[in-house]
């Protein structure tokens, strides 16, 4: 019932919200219409405070209804209303807003030097409501604004966010229709394992892949120990802070956009025919002393197939069978923002469609629904408040049989093992109109049948998100001091709804028949038809997210010599979810206080008292503190008007943060289970149950000692921009089950103990070049990141041999054997060291005996690669000239190895084979191959971790482009239409890697799930 009244509530407050947007502006027009408002030319001129002219200054007038642009004599013409105002914008300069009362000619508007990184445009979003402006940051703070992420036809902001900004790294990955979230890290591994970072939009945690992009306004990643601490104990692996667009003062905007494309699946895994299947599953037999399943007629039978219907020779090409060659990508959005002094709003809408690959049956369809409207109030001089409201919609159709389970039967299905559909000349088709389908033993189930018979599912998501808040001006009590407050209340829910039906299926065997002469078939009935009309209710979930803030601030500019700004804060978050025993509880209680004097000698200190519901008694709450300095030394004299750097800061920053995201709850409880019932004598059971977490009252908080020290510049007349960042990380006292401390003959539950600690360090740095010749703007940058950590304490047994250590390592290191070649082929067989794994010969891996004890088992693994890129590159390229535009970002990860070990590389058995398969060795059919001989086997010896199924996945990506033209680039179209953009975008289409079978960033892409997609699309964008 709380449930249900807080949705009513919120269903309410949006339509309220939503209605008041769209009336409150059309309201405001049709006053203006009534009382006949005059309109009238005004003339001016934008000069600096030098008196020098400023060319190609904003003017807006009308709340953005018109924009005009300075010539190079600083000169304008704009028509205006009475009672409005116009907004003066030029970069370097703060902006400047004059009213109007009267017509005026001639004016001369003086603009203001903006301090270079200190304007009002250079506000960097810190949490807790934060704004610094980036002069002042003594840490490490990097974004991006959303407009630069408006190239790419990509759902997934994860993805998108890849390669923009310095220092945040991001793995891509498959799990269906639209639903490829990628990895996010900040600066590395920061532990041994689960190095996940927190995402949060407008000051809560939420996913950031929710998000349609056209809400975005800007996306910061915090790094270093001044930006984190203001979180709290949950923050210390990184931050990804998602602004959502807020309406500008006398900036109206209205725009509009629709895009359509297609998707191309990037790589495939190519599976054998049944001919080449069955001709090397004879010479597996053969390798194993065993006779040949398939004889000479039916090679020729399979080689002459008819296909996958085939009865006695069926011939099934799975991908080409059940997979369409493109996926559809739809796209639409609306923006409708603006404001004066007392109100600002935005509104933006947007859609985001996806139809998947299955052509087989119904084809999956993935639609969202994207609102979100903020609006931020003035009530008096001293007193506003704000409203933002969310609504997400996410609907997912498709057959009942998921998009892994598909591939999944891609995968695993031989081409030769069942056709697909019986002829029903053989079984007829049955009174529900379903015809019998094959099956094996193995496989009882039929990808036809699943996708064409099999029943439907549908999926419903609803996020509803409102936040709402109040800042308070005190500055009549003292000047600079400012209360705020905001309450934010987030429900999740994700519901499902499937009919499942089954068609009868069948195997079948043939067997000569001496009366006829003739193969006779036999059908084997493995599955029954069952149908049903009765849909079914399942996996509901529900996320609810409760959380508030009390902020005091403190801001003031004492003479221009001395600026102070302090902030104390108190916030709790409470997260509550399905099937959660225990509710998710952080408190945050911090102090910060930065102060600069004469704008080039900066410090902070920070404060934080951090909670968390997942420790016991005094160990709750943990004082993390954190500080930083900042130097601007194009400020000293010795720099000032140096001709070479126009601004150029060293800064350094530390502090000893909590940790406690990665901390499971309850550990300092003893519990117990139920399992099961032990008989004691007939017909007397009792209960049995087991001891499941020895508790550990004394659990401290995981601990990050940090260590940031960096420099950022802008060089060459303000056409070069340069930062770059050494970091150092400490992360101690992990929790640990120190299970290698511990005998065996104890049992294998120990207390969890404060025992682990890893070292993380690197390096990161940006690049950008910014400039134009005549109407010819371009730029371009380079970011990247070198980071490596080093595991200082692990739950491991010392093992007396070091290549068998991890202790000394990085966490990601990978460990197997050392390949010498194949047996018979580069390595004589006789007299090699005895190998452990299982029965080889003639064909198989040959591995180096690293112990030197003529003996190769666990002994001889050592260190062969690392799973997670060293380096991570970003690459940039923005062209404008005239209406025309190009932008262009590619990415790169380098020094990182991954296992070619799923199934498309390691045949063997009775599973299915690739064109891998094809260059197996063999002495007399296949002399010159080089991939393992054949087996029906497991192939224990061949198939474990080596440096011959190690890859070097490193590559080089362009992730996307985008060509387009606006027409109405240098003066609106007309009085309703301003500019009208035409554009073509790609992304993952080009790709540049000694990998080239499969997706070197995703290797299981195709294979386990749906492949990564080369996607194309055109739009147009109308801004009214």
């Not at 502006?25 to 005059?38: F, L, M, N």
């Not at 700004?565 to 910060?592: C, I, P, V």
Request: aromatic share 12%.
């Amino acid at each position: 019932m709380k449930i249900r009244r807080i949705n009513q509530y919120v269903s309410l407050l949006t339509l309220s919200m939503t209605l008041l947007i769209l009336l409150f502006p059309a309201g405001a027009a049709a006053q203006k219409k009534t009382k006949a408002v005059p309109e009238f030319w005004m003339t001016g001129t934008v000069v600096s405070p030098n008196g020098k002219f400023v060319g190609n200054a904003q003017i807006t007038a009308d709340e953005g209804a018109i924009v005009v642009f300075s010539d190079e004599n600083g000169r304008f013409k704009v028509k205006c209303r009475q009672g409005s105002s116009l907004l003066v914008e030029a970069k370097g300069f703060e902006p400047l807003i004059y009213h109007i009362e009267r017509e005026e000619n001639e004016l001369t508007f003086t603009l203001t030097n903006a301090l270079l990184y200190a304007g009002t445009l250079d506000a960097v979003d810190l949490p807790m409501g934060i704004k610094e402006k980036q002069r002042y940051l003594t840490g490490a703070v990097s974004g991006v604004s959303g407009d630069e992420l408006l190239h790419t036809p990509e759902t997934l902001l994860s993805n998108m966010i890849q390669g923009h900004i310095m220092g945040f790294q991001v793995q891509m990955s498959v799990n269906g229709l639209g639903n490829n979230t990628g990895s996010m890290f900040i600066r590395g591994h920061h532990r041994n394992t689960d190095n996940g970072i927190i995402t949060i939009v407008d000051g809560v945690e939420r996913d950031i892949n929710k998000l349609l992009l056209d809400e975005v306004a800007s996306v910061q990643v915090l790094k270093d120990a001044t930006s984190k601490i203001l979180y709290g104990g949950r923050a210390a692996n990184g931050v990804v802070l998602v602004t959502t667009k807020h309406g500008k003062i006398h900036t109206r905007r209205i725009s509009a956009s629709a895009e359509m494309g297609a998707g191309l699946p990037v790589a495939y895994p190519t599976y054998l025919n049944s001919y080449d299947y069955a001709r090397l599953y004879n010479e597996a037999r053969q390798n194993d002393g065993l006779p040949p399943m398939y004889n000479t007629a039916d090679l020729e039978g399979y080689r002459n197939s008819t296909g996958p219907n085939d009865l006695r020779y069926p011939d099934v090409d799975y991908i080409d069978y059940f997979l369409s060659k493109t996926i559809g990508y739809r796209k639409a959005a609306l923006e409708f923002s603006g404001g004066n002094e007392n109100m600002q709003y935005a509104f933006v809408a947007g859609y985001t469609g996806n139809t998947g690959l299955q052509k087989v049956g119904e084809a999956p369809v993935r639609d969202g629904y994207n609102f979100r409207a903020n609006l931020d109030m003035k009530i008096t001089d001293h007193f506003k408040a704000f409203v933002g409201m969310a609504g997400i919609f996410d609907v997912t159709k498709r057959p009942s049989l998921d998009h892994a389970g598909t591939f999944t039967r891609i995968r695993d299905t031989r081409p030769n093992e069942f056709p697909l559909i019986i002829d029903p000349a053989y079984i007829a088709v049955d009174s529900l109109g379903y015809p019998a389908l094959g099956a094996s033993y193995a496989h009882t189930s039929n990808l036809y049948g699943d996708l064409v018979y099999g029943g439907r599912y549908r999926q419903n998501v609803a996020n509803g998100e409102l936040n709402v808040g109040l800042n308070m001006d005190l500055s009549q009590i003292v000047e600079g001091l400012s209360l705020g407050a905001q309450l934010s209340f987030d429900n999740f829910f994700t519901g499902t709804e499937s009919l499942a039906t089954s068609v009868a299926t069948y195997a079948q065997r043939w067997y000569y028949n001496p009366v006829s002469h003739q193969d006779t078939v036999v059908f084997q009935p493995l599955k029954k038809t069952v149908k049903t009309d009765q849909n079914t209710l399942s996996d509901s979930w529900n996320l609810r997210t409760n959380a508030y803030l009390f902020r005091m601030d403190f801001d003031r500019n004492f003479n221009g010599i001395h600026k102070l700004s302090t902030n104390l804060f108190y916030y709790y978050m409470m997260k509550e979810a399905t099937g959660e025993s225990t509710n998710l509880q952080t408190t945050n209680t911090a102090l910060r206080a930065n102060y600069s004097f004469r704008n080039k000698y900066v410090v902070e200190m920070d404060l934080a008292l951090m909670g968390s519901s997942k420790f016991h008694g005094s160990n709750r709450h943990f004082m993390s503190y954190a500080g930083g300095a900042g130097w601007i030394l194009t400020e000293e004299d010795f720099l000032k008007g140096n001709g070479l750097a126009d601004y150029l800061k060293v800064k350094a920053s530390g502090g000893l943060l909590g940790y406690d995201t990665q901390t499971p709850w309850n550990l300092h409880y003893t519990r117990w289970s139920d399992n099961g019932n032990y008989q004691l004598r007939p017909n007397v059971n009792i209960l049995r149950v087991d001891l499941t977490n020895w508790g550990n009252p004394d659990l401290e908080w995981e601990k990050s000692l940090e260590f940031n020290a960096g420099v950022e510049g802008l060089l060459f007349n303000r056409s070069l921009w340069v930062e770059a960042n050494y970091f150092r990380e400490k992360r101690f006292d992990l929790i640990t089950l120190v299970t290698s401390q511990h005998s065996s003959i104890y049992g294998d539950v120990y207390a969890p103990e404060n025992f682990g600690e890893v070292h993380n360090q690197g390096i990161e740095f940006e690049v950008k070049y910014m400039n134009k010749t005549g109407d010819f703007h371009y730029s371009a940058g380079i970011n990247g990141i070198y980071s490596k950590n080093k595991l200082i304490s692990y739950n491991e047994v010392e093992y007396p041999e070091e290549n068998r250590r991890h202790t000394g390592k990085s966490s990601d290191a990978m460990f197997g054997y050392v390949s010498k070649g194949l047996f018979g082929r580069d390595v004589a067989l006789q007299g090699a060291p005895h190998q452990t794994f299982g029965d080889y010969t003639v064909g198989d891996i040959a591995y180096e005996d690293l112990h030197k004890d003529e003996v190769i088992d666990e002994n001889d693994q050592t260190e062969l690669g690392n799973n997670f890129p060293r380096v991570h590159l970003g690459l940039t390229v923005d062209l404008f000239y005239k209406g025309f535009s190009f932008n262009m970002l590619g990415v790169s990860q380098l020094g990182v190895n991954k296992w070619l070990s799923n199934t498309y590389y390691w045949n063997f058995g009775e599973r299915k084979w690739s064109n891998q398969a094809l260059n197996r060795y063999h002495p007399d059919n296949n002399p010159e191959g080089t991939y393992p001989r054949l087996t029906t086997t497991q192939g224990d010896n061949n198939f474990v971790n080596s440096t011959f199924w190690l890859a070097n996945t490193s590559f080089f990506r362009v992730k996307n482009a985008e060509v387009g033209y606006t027409f109405g680039y240098n003066k609106p179209l007309s009085t309703s239409v301003k500019t009208v953009k035409v554009f073509a975008r790609g992304t993952n289409f080009l790709t540049i890697s000694k990998m080239k079978e499969l997706d070197p960033e995703v290797p299981d892409a195709g294979v386990n799930n749906y492949p990564l997609f080369s996607t194309f699309s055109v739009g147009i964008n109308v801004v009214f």
